[in-house]
């Protein structure tokens, strides 16, 4: 079901696409518009990289007894799991870049956690 309605979006982002194909101008706006990406997506990766900060942040400050590799506490290599699935998943690059904009600044909050307070 869910692959149907990717592929229909899919048919109608085409069918939207090559009606402005006649005009050129109102093709490459529509195209750069869709390469930008729009306000909601660039708030969601936003709302990511927050999040991930202070989650990464927040579980480095409960698991600060476990010993570390150099910098790097254990927990922050929780934040690869969200890399994997941005990188492996066949979903909207909105949602990839969400998970790999996450899984990274959850790494770089447990990160940042362990230097600031060691």
């Known amino acids: ?3 149907q309605i990717r592929a229909d979006e899919r048919h109608g982002l085409a069918a939207r696409l090559l009606k402005r194909a006649t005009d050129p101008e109102k093709f490459m706006a529509e195209l750069d518009r ?3 990406g729009t306000w909601r997506d ?3 990766l936003g709302v ?3 999040a991930g900060v202070v989650a990464g942040s927040l579980l480095g400050r409960a698991t600060s007894g476990i010993k ?3 910098p790097v506490p254990p927990i922050a290599l929780l934040g690869l799991l969200g890399v994997g699935g941005g990188l492996f998943l ?3 690059l909105t949602f990839r ?3 790999n904009l996450g899984g990274l600044m959850f790494s770089a909050g447990a990160v940042l956690q362990k230097l600031l307070v060691s």
């Open 1 to 3: 079901m869910l692959g």
């Open 48 to 50: 990511s990289a927050v």
């Open 97 to 99: 870049n969400t998970l």
């Open 68 to 70: 570390s590799i150099g």
């Open 42 to 44: 660039n708030a969601i």
């Open 90 to 92: 066949k979903e909207t």
């Open 34 to 36: 869709l390469l930008s």
